[in-house]
């Protein structure tokens, strides 16, 4: 069992569209993450989740919008994409102050 | 400036060498990760200090919270070691910041 999977690996689309990428952890964690990682391979984080509350936005455009169902979820939804969206994107939970869990990362690419 | 600044950026050294990767932090942290990211690009966890020193198998990380400054040693390095390694520090509860990554290549 993938501790935590995101969905889908790889996502090709056109500008201006609408896409959401999935992810969920069976590892009873409280908190859940969503990473950004540039094309020069920096990662940078967007946003946190803890109990299905936010707690970290940093700097996000509105396009982007988390939405966490449960504590075991946190869904990114992203309208109207744009060519500088595409990134590899890692989903990431943990207990709080404990080691990450990251998921195998879904690689958009908007054209 | 980064925040976070790892060295050295490009690190190639043969099988059985040690190996260190230093990481460098100008701001306030409650604790910092060790990643591993492989050449496929997965993203593992190897380490999260706050202080001391942790080892895991052929793997040492230390942190001087002091100084700011945290290493990720290999011993016996061997080519599946052969990643990029990331240093992230945790700012408050749940912020990371990361370093731009150190990418190792071991040659047999």
């Known amino acids: 069992d993938t501790a935590v999977s995101q969905t889908p690996k790889y996502l090709v689309t056109q500008m201006g569209n609408d896409k959401s990428i999935k992810c969920e952890q069976n590892?009873?964690?409280?908190?859940m993450y969503w990473y950004k990682q540039d094309s020069k391979k920096f990662l940078k984080i967007m946003f946190s989740?803890?109990?299905?509350?936010?707690?970290i936005n940093e700097t996000v455009p509105n396009r982007f919008s988390p939405k966490s169902p449960d504590k075991a979820h946190l869904n990114l939804h992203i309208n109207s994409l744009e060519l500088g969206d595409s990134a590899v994107y890692f989903c990431?939970?943990?207990?709080?102050?404990?080691?990450?869990?990251f998921g195998s990362g879904t690689q958009l690419s908007v054209l | 400036k980064n925040e976070v600044e790892q060295s050295p950026q490009n690190l190639t050294a043969q099988e059985g060498e040690f190996i260190t990767i230093n990481c460098s932090y100008s701001?306030?942290?409650?604790?910092l990760h060790w990643l591993q990211q492989h050449p496929g690009g997965g993203i593992v966890s190897l380490f999260m200090?706050?202080?001391g020193k942790k080892k895991h198998g052929r793997l040492i990380a230390t942190i001087n919270i002091q100084e700011k400054h945290s290493s990720l040693h290999i011993t016996a390095s061997h080519p599946r070691d052969s990643a990029v390694y990331i240093c992230?520090?945790?700012?408050?509860?749940?912020?990371?910041?990361f370093g731009q990554g150190t990418r190792l290549t071991i040659n047999p």
């Open positions: 990431a939970s943990s207990q709080t102050r404990e080691k990450l869990f």
């Open positions: 590892l009873g964690h409280d908190t």
């Open positions: 989740y803890n109990n299905k509350e936010l707690i």
């Open positions: 701001v306030g942290i409650s604790a």
């Open positions: 200090l706050s202080s």
């Open positions: 992230a520090v945790i700012q408050g509860a749940q912020k990371l910041v």
